[in-house]
């Protein structure tokens, strides 16, 4: 397969006015697009020129010398699977089977959604802040630059993109809104349950074909 921008699973401005046109416009259309070109330019003519995303990052990781490789692919796959953790009219309580384990997790809801604030919140210069499958239980997971879950054993259910091209256009230095606004209206917790259900090999073949869905 060659690599190409994959689409936004909703409309640019399906998401207002939590994040808005501009943004989605921005950041999809330039910094991801960016990421992938990178990552078809340096795989073209490699063995990795066909390859999936994923295993072009699973390649990559951990070798100085495909540094620029792993930081394009990771990156690109990282924006992918943040795309997919959001919805238009998501956000609230976690529903599913997802809302079981978060229960048995964390303890609540509602402590779920403290330590994924303080995670967010806290962490320092630009990356990301996950909700993981490990062991059985579900954990919160930041990582920077272009680090993924991907090179790790935690399975990834959901991603917030906490650089500030993110969300500065709309929130400028407020990140704590951002991150509330992803809570609140944004989580896509459909698309949780369905890696959940990935993980446990109890997905349908439509759904295990889905765009951010392999890894």
């Avoid at 070109?37 to 495909?66: C, H, Y």
């Avoid at 540094?67 to 956000?91: K, V």
Wanted: charged share 15%; aromatic share 10%; proline share 5%.
């Amino acid at each position: 397969m060659s690599l190409s921008l994959p689409p936004l699973p909703y409309a640019l401005d399906a998401l207002e006015p939590y994040l808005s046109r501009r943004t989605l416009s921005v950041h999809h259309g330039n910094h991801h697009a960016a990421y992938v070109a990178k990552t078809a330019a340096l795989v073209k003519g490699t063995p990795l020129e066909t390859a999936p995303l994923e295993d072009i990052v699973r390649a990559a990781a951990g070798s100085e010398q495909n540094c620029a490789l792993f930081n394009a692919a990771a990156q690109a796959w990282n924006h992918e699977f943040f795309w997919h953790s959001m919805r238009p009219g998501g956000g609230k309580d976690a529903t599913g089977a997802v809302a079981q384990l978060i229960e048995e997790s964390f303890g609540s809801q509602q402590a779920f959604r403290q330590q994924f604030v303080a995670a967010a919140g806290d962490h320092f210069g630009s990356g990301w802040v996950w909700l993981v499958l490990e062991a059985g239980r579900l954990r919160i997971m930041t990582t920077a630059n272009a680090e993924t879950p991907l090179t790790t054993a935690a399975y990834p259910l959901l991603t917030l993109d906490v650089w500030e091209h993110a969300y500065y256009l709309d929130y400028q230095h407020r990140r704590l809104d951002y991150i509330a606004a992803f809570l609140g209206n944004l989580i896509n917790w459909d698309f949780a349950n369905e890696r959940l259900a990935t993980a446990r090999g109890e997905s349908s073949a439509a759904s295990a074909a889905a765009p951010g869905r392999r890894g």
